[in-house]
């Protein structure tokens, strides 16, 4: 373990010895400096140089080349150093936007002499990179040298099928012809570089025009020989050379940024021609030029073009094409007229857009601003310069066609509306079916919530007549009762009461008081009958007034202490559901006084959403299971509460609390209270209820225990 640990230690002292030995080492070549990695670059590694100045651009640039390659640093005194100064440099190295070079360097001039000579290379060398920031030297043929500035110019070079642009940093050669000549440039390789390091253009850094040598001069315009449209790069025999071609055409039409459109004595051949300065042509033009022939995406056009001769003529008439799908690559650049119907119209930018319609291929028509709004369905007529916007290549042939083709018109006023589109487009037909079917959905949702509602007041009515229809039919009973049954009870009692009196007997006597006892009873229930079909708390549903009248009539005979519990607000229920819960509370009393013997039974009362709960609690003593079950002779009490439970669809269960008691519980299921909340009229309300302390107040929200 320690061998391995003094081995690893021996081996990171080692690698840290030789990478400072490797940054102590000096870089004496340019080379070097250009081989080191972008990491390596910025570590700052130690270079002392010698070398050449080439080329000093900008307030702090210095490029410089010795004899293996080129370099380039930075100084704080830059007016002090000229193109040929032989100098030494010492410095460290940085990373560059391409690539590795020095950073502020201390110099000494130590001669002066001739640059350098070019390295000849190709487009491709300089688009490689290989010699960037290095004395090149190319040839090619001029196509045009314009100015960039006050001090500077651009020369712009073909080479081969590709063009060069030099950056001289002097003012334009007038003295010289040298558009369409044959030159040698020498200067300093350069390009535009992205933010990836990565070359994007490359081009020449030259100091002054002698370092641009003809090798062969411009011909002279009038002699450049003159071609038709149709021979612009078709074949020959000799194939085709470098040089500028003279051609004569009429102007189409032209933009504020683009080429200027232009056709042949052949009306079926058109061109473009892009010239290297600006031109004041008109429509209708007669006009004569020379340019380079290049292929522009589909077809042959004319670049770097000057204008010989200009003569005023009248627009020409576009090629008229009945519909969309006649229009192929042929018509490239050239001047139509299409009637389409137009199958969609957006805006873009500066312009609409409209899509003409064919059978095999739709073409997009540009229009500026300004028109009249176009929409799709139209058919209309526009104007337009063709432009093939993507091409294909046969796969089993030899062909190139066009893909997508476009028209773009010169004005609004190149499209003319023919016909407007029928109302009933499928747009609006769309919408014409959507409001129908909105306003059917909301027509049958009224409905349905029609027939809800009348579903709705239809149960509450019949309710309501039941409910009137039992109301007058116990008013009508109690009437019945009183007029009859307990005027004829008052008639017989008053017949014992005499009858009393003129007993002598003692067994007669004590048969005649039983008998008025009796009768008394019998009074005694029927008034509490008449008052019971004449109780407002059930026609009102009010369950909890119910049961506190029945707890009050107990207190008032003083056989029992009846208390009534509730654990939160009871909703209204129907009369027929109170009038029933009520029965079964009294004859629940009646059983703890007769068979218990209790002194005390507490009424609770408990309604959640699913159910209302009715709980009869005595302190008597218990029951038997067996007298519950069965119904003795005589005996219909427990009988008749399971009767008046199956008619509520309730259910009733009787339990012996221990150590003593009886408690009775009822259970009336949702629907019932459902049903009831749907007919109760008006809010539920808490009756005034008996409590532990006083009869007929509010009963406390929990139940007591024995």
């Known amino acids: 373990m320690r061998r391995t640990s003094t081995l690893a230690l021996l081996a990171l002292s080692v690698a840290c010895l030789l990478r400072a030995a490797a940054q102590e080492t000096v870089l004496t070549k340019a080379r070097a400096v250009r081989a080191l990695s972008p990491a390596q670059a910025e570590e700052g590694r130690r270079i002392a140089l010698r070398g050449t100045v080439i080329f000093v651009e ?3 640039a210095v490029f410089m080349q010795d004899e293996t390659s080129g370099a380039f640093f930075r100084c704080h005194q830059l007016g002090l150093l000229r193109a040929g100064d032989l100098i030494e440099i010492q410095a ?69 099928s590709r063009v060069l642009d030099v950056r001289v940093e002097r003012p334009p050669d007038l003295t010289r ?36 040598t003809v090798l062969a001069p411009a011909v002279a315009r009038a002699a450049v020989p003159l071609i038709s449209a149709e021979a612009l790069l078709a074949f020959q025999v000799a194939g085709r050379d470098e040089h500028r071609v003279r051609l004569k ?41 020379v340019g380079f022939p290049a292929m522009e995406h589909f077809s042959g056009s004319v670049i770097d073009a000057e204008l010989i001769q200009r003569e005023p003529g009248a627009a020409p008439a576009p090629l008229v094409l009945t519909s969309p799908d006649l229009i192929t690559g042929r018509h490239d650049a050239n001047l139509l007229t299409v009637t389409a ?35 799709a369905g139209s058919q209309v007529t526009v104007t337009g310069i063709c432009r093939v916007e993507s091409i294909q290549n046969s796969s089993a042939g030899f062909t190139t066609s066009a893909a997508v083709i476009s028209l773009r018109a010169r004005s609004a006023q190149d499209v003319r509306v023919q016909q407007a589109p029928s109302w009933w487009t499928t747009r609006h037909l769309l919408v014409v079916l959507g409001l129908l079917l909105g306003l059917m959905t909301i027509a049958g949702l009224w409905i349905t919530a029609l027939r809800i509602q009348v ?45 009393a009196t003129r007993v002598n007997d003692e067994k007669g006597r004590d048969l005649v008081a039983t ?25 009102a549903g009010d369950l909890l007034t119910a049961l506190a009248t029945v707890a009050t009539r107990y207190e008032a005979e003083g056989s029992v202490r009846v208390r009534v519990a509730a654990h939160r607000p009871i909703p209204a229920l129907p009369a027929a559901i109170v009038h029933d819960l009520r029965m079964i509370a009294r004859e629940s009393i009646n059983n703890a006084l007769k068979h218990g013997r209790a002194t005390q039974v507490v009424l609770e009362i408990e309604a959640t959403m699913n159910e209302l709960k009715m709980r009869v ?46 408690t009775v519980e009822v259970t009336v299921p949702f629907p019932i209270l459902l049903s009831a909340s749907a007919s109760a009229p008006g809010k539920p309300s808490a009756a005034a209820l008996p409590t532990e302390e006083t009869p007929g107040k509010p009963p406390r929200t929990a139940a007591p225990t024995f």
């Not at 110099?107 to 491709?124: R, T």
């Not at 040698?184 to 370092?211: C, H, K, M």
């Not at 969609?344 to 300004?370: C, I, T």
Request: charged share 25%.
């Open 515 to 539: 008998s008025c006892h009796l009768v008394n009873r019998i009074q005694v229930e029927t008034r509490d009958l008449i008052t019971d079909l004449r109780d407002p708390a059930e026609t």
């Open 341 to 375: 119907t137009v199958a969609d119209a957006y805006r873009k930018d500066h312009g609409v857009v409209l899509v003409l319609e064919g059978s095999k291929r739709n073409v997009q028509a540009q229009v500026p601003e300004g028109g009249a709004e176009i929409v």
């Open 617 to 662: 609690k005595d302190d008597g003593e218990g029951f038997d299971a067996a007298t519950v079950l069965a119904v003795p002779r005589n005996r219909f009490g427990c009988a008749g509460m399971r009767e008046r439970c199956r008619k509520m669809k309730a259910a009733i269960t009787w339990q012996k609390t221990l150590p003593r008691g009886t």
């Open 177 to 212: 012809a040298l558009v369409d000549g044959r030159v040698r440039v020498t200067g300093l390789a350069s390009g535009f570089v992205n933010e990836r390091r990565q070359l994007v253009q490359p081009y020449l850094r030259v100091i002054d025009w002698p370092e641009v």
């Open 249 to 289: 055409g009429v102007v189409t039409s032209f933009f504020s940024q683009g080429p200027v459109y232009l056709r042949g004595e052949n009306r079926e051949h058109a061109f473009t021609a892009t010239f290297s300065g600006p031109v004041a042509v008109v429509e209708g033009d007669r006009v004569e030029l």
């Open 455 to 499: 579903t709705r007041q239809t149960a509450m009515l019949r309710r309501k007549i039941a409910t009137e229809a039992a109301l007058e039919e116990r008013q009508r009973l109690a009437r019945e009762f009183h007029d009859t049954l307990e005027q004829e009870l008052a008639g017989v009692s008053l017949r014992l009461n005499a009858l």
């Open 92 to 160: 460290q190295s940085r990373m560059g936007l391409y690539l590795p070079g020095l950073d502020y360097a201390d110099f000494k001039i130590v001669g002066s002499g001739p640059l350098p000579p070019g390295i000849s290379a190709s487009y491709e060398d300089l688009l490689a990179g290989r010699f960037h920031y290095q004395r090149v030297s190319v040839e090619g043929v001029v196509h045009s040298v314009s100015q960039i500035d006050e001090g500077r110019s651009l020369l712009r070079v073909a080479m081969g």
């Open 58 to 60: 900008g307030p702090t």
